[in-house]
């Protein structure tokens, strides 16, 4: 059984940057036909789709977030990490790594970032 965990800083200043990390148990990033997403919930807006790495290390962005989004991974360790830049308070939201695009077969627990001065 495939587990994400999410980590990083839950309090972010505007105009910097959110750095999480997913970190997968049970199955590796690079098994062949699996994306990896990142998906954020805001209280005003839901579930957004912010982008996925995929097994081969091929990047696909949401267009809306596309500018400040960036998706990494290290295989090494059997993780990807995010990048979202230049942030502002409407970027407060839940943050979830989950396994595919569209349709998710296994979800982090979320980490809540809040963006703050």
């Known amino acids: 059984q495939v587990k994400l965990q999410e980590s990083g800083p839950g309090l972010v200043k505007p105009s910097q940057t959110i750095s999480l990390t997913c970190t997968v148990s049970g199955g590796s990033i690079t098994t062949s036909g699996y994306g990896w997403s990142w998906i954020r919930q805001t209280p005003g807006k839901g579930l957004e789709w912010m982008g996925v790495i995929g097994y081969d290390g091929s990047t696909y962005y949401s267009p809306s977030l596309k500018s400040r989004t960036s998706i990494s991974r290290d295989t090494s360790k059997n993780k990807f990490s995010l990048e979202l830049t230049s942030v502002t308070p409407e970027d407060t939201a839940v943050y979830y790594c989950?396994?595919?695009?569209?349709?998710?077969?296994?979800w982090g627990q979320g980490t809540q970032v809040t963006v703050s001065p």
């Open positions: 989950a396994r595919g695009v569209g349709l998710y077969e296994s």
